[in-house]
């Protein structure tokens, strides 16, 4: 089956020239550290992809952390990849879709294609005067709110996070689940919340071995359970939906409409997390979205614990059709005292998120606040 593809004029048209490009690495200390199976993390270490061309100023953000603790990238591999195997690809003459075609020789590295597929869009959306949504075709829509409450020290303090989102309206709530940190975790929140859209992340902590005791999960209706099995397991997952009544969510395994074809073949899950970083993309992830649509497959949209910039991002793309649950999509003041785009994200009376309306990502950057959290600044062209 054919997937539609928003495929408009704009891409195939030649780039142009770009006046300058950099990268900039970023700290921005978390309001209070993020715990997961995999890996704890006190600030958002992002590396940024910045194009000015013509008095317009692009933006795009890696979602690789430091660290290869969620993924096998990194900012460093990412910067690497960006700078040796991808910028060099870009001439004026070449369109954007002639391009994508040329990063198709470099393998994987999907985060690092993402940043720069996603700072060219910003520029082109920028170029005329367009947010990215109507770049990409879609008409703009408040999207779904969700939030991902990282490991807390006990079950009281998990509970009292997991109120106060309610509290603010989410429309659901994941919870980090891991060994040891899971069946009574659940169950307590589940007895105090009954009613909430409940699911639970465990970033790739069990085996298959653990069938038996994700099974004793079933009990709490959870909306789904995220990727309980290795981070590039399809297979096994299989087998373990199989004796779970909970639908399973991929998240790690899934690199491009390739592996979500493979995953819903073999009904490895039953929906699936879309994260533009890890597909390499916001036109991977369109793709995907569309795909999961067309096979019955809910999906939405996750979260790396983005600045404003990814965050802005993330909220266009869910413009497209096929994000139909809610994503990782949370206010800014959860993660971060000060960002550095503006305006931040916030949830309205029914918990939805605005699209921005600015053309590109529709945020400004603001350059005082990218200086204060600067660490590294090297310019590329
Ligand atoms: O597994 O979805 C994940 C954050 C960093 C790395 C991996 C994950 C996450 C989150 C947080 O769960 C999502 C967010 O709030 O942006
Ligand atoms: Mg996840």
């Not at 040796?84 to 040329?102: H, Q």
């Not at 006990?154 to 989102?165: G, M, N, Q």
């Not at 994941?174 to 899971?182: F, T």
């Amino acid at each position: 089956m054919k997937i539609s593809v928003p495929s408009p004029a704009w891409l195939d048209e030649p780039l142009g020239g770009i006046e300058k490009v950099e990268l900039l690495n970023v700290s921005l200390p978390f309001v209070a550290p993020f715990g997961t199976s995999v890996a704890t993390w006190n600030s958002k270490d992002a590396l940024l992809l910045r194009m000015e061309d013509k008095g317009l100023t692009a933006w795009g953000e890696c979602v690789a952390d430091p660290d290869p603790y969620y993924a096998g990238e990194t900012t460093g591999t990412a910067r690497h990849i960006i700078k040796d195997f991808l910028l060099p690809e870009l001439k004026p003459e070449l369109s954007l879709a002639g391009l994508l075609g040329r990063f198709r020789r470099v393998r994987g590295n999907e985060m690092a294609k993402a940043a720069l597929e996603n700072a060219l869009l910003d520029l082109i959306a920028k170029r005329r005067d367009q947010p990215l949504h109507e770049l990409l075709g879609f008409p703009a829509k408040r999207v779904m709110s969700g939030i991902s409450i990282g490991f807390q020290d006990d079950i009281p303090a998990l509970l009292a996070k997991v109120e106060e989102a309610a509290a603010s309206g989410y429309h659901r709530v994941k919870m980090k689940i891991g060994r040891g940190r899971d069946v009574e975790w659940v169950r307590a929140v589940r007895e105090r919340f009954p009613g909430i859209a409940l699911m639970a992340d465990a970033n790739g902590d069990y085996s298959l071995e653990d069938a038996g005791l994700l099974a004793r999960l079933d009990e709490f209706k959870l909306t789904m359970i995220e990727q309980p099995l290795s981070y590039h397991d399809i297979y096994q997952h299989s087998l373990l939906q199989a004796r779970l009544e909970t639908p399973l969510c991929l998240d790690e395994s899934i690199h491009g409409c390739d592996d979500a074809e493979a995953a819903i073949a073999l009904k490895s899950c039953r929906v699936i997390n879309i994260k533009q970083g890890r597909v390499g993309g916001l036109l991977e992830a369109v793709r995907m979205a569309g795909l999961c649509a067309a096979r019955g497959i809910p999906a939405w949209s996750g979260g790396m614990d983005e600045t404003g910039i990814g965050r802005a991002l993330n909220i266009q793309l869910q413009a497209a059709p096929g994000f139909t649950l809610p994503g990782d999509t949370s206010e800014t003041r959860r993660y971060f005292h000060e960002d550095i785009a503006e305006p931040p994200v916030v949830l309205d009376k029914e918990g939805f998120i605005a699209m921005p309306s600015g053309p590109g990502i529709g945020v400004k950057v603001i350059p005082e606040r990218v200086e204060k959290h600067l660490l590294a600044r090297e310019r590329i062209k």
